[in-house]
């Protein structure tokens, strides 16, 4: 059914999370795992810019398969495309900063995150990290489990476990469905939801449908458990 999802915080997930309570059943948000106070600071719009500005990096398109690939400067697509999301504009036309990253260029940073201190059995972590702007966000779409954090702004989660498929057309953004189709579902339809901010990290079990939303600019990151 709907609803939020829990709030728990370091001494109450450890020993959950170890049994497997949550790990393989349900979404939880856990806060006060680590400490990414100084990963916060490299990840401001200055130190960012600063360091990756000439960088080329890669964005995906922001719908549920994301084909499309196109290569910028990181600074273009601070300057240019890190802006509200056009509320008509279609998911193959949204580009979004999240996942391909070069490891070689970005590993500096990403040795500096402090990622949860949980893991699967017979699982590798791997990072991924992103910067959107307010109103963005990828529809509905399905994966492994993993970690997501939020390092600056505020990501809103919808989320249905696997046997709960939600009605949404693959190509269209999450805040069109949040428009269009969620004022309009039945209770027995509704999501799980939850806003993740800094300091709080969303665990997401295997194969559970989400989308998000970005409610800010936001800087996150997530780590799959592959």
Known sequence: NSGSIELVS?????AEFLCRMFAFSRPVIIRGVTDNTRFRVLCSRSGLLQRYGSLTVRLSTANTHSYRKVD??????????LRPQDAAALGSETLYFF?????????????RYRA??????????????????????VPFHWHGPGFSEVIYGRKHWFLYPPD????FHPNRTTLSWLTDIYPDL???????ECTVRPGE???FPDRWWHAT???DTTVFISTFLG
């Open 186 to 192: 039945p209770e027995a339809e509704a999501p799980l």
């Open 164 to 167: 709960r498929e939600p009605r």
């Open 116 to 137: 949860p201190p949980y893991f699967l059995p017979g699982r590798s972590a791997a990072y991924s990290f992103g910067i959107a702007g307010p109103g963005t966000g």
């Open 10 to 14: 370091l001494w109450k997930v450890s």
């Open 213 to 215: 939303l970005n409610l």
């Open 99 to 111: 996942g391909d990253n070069n490891l070689t260029e970005w590993q500096n940073l990403l040795d």
């Open 72 to 81: 910028v400067a990181f600074q273009d697509y601070v300057d240019r495309l």
């Open 201 to 203: 990290v969303l665990y």
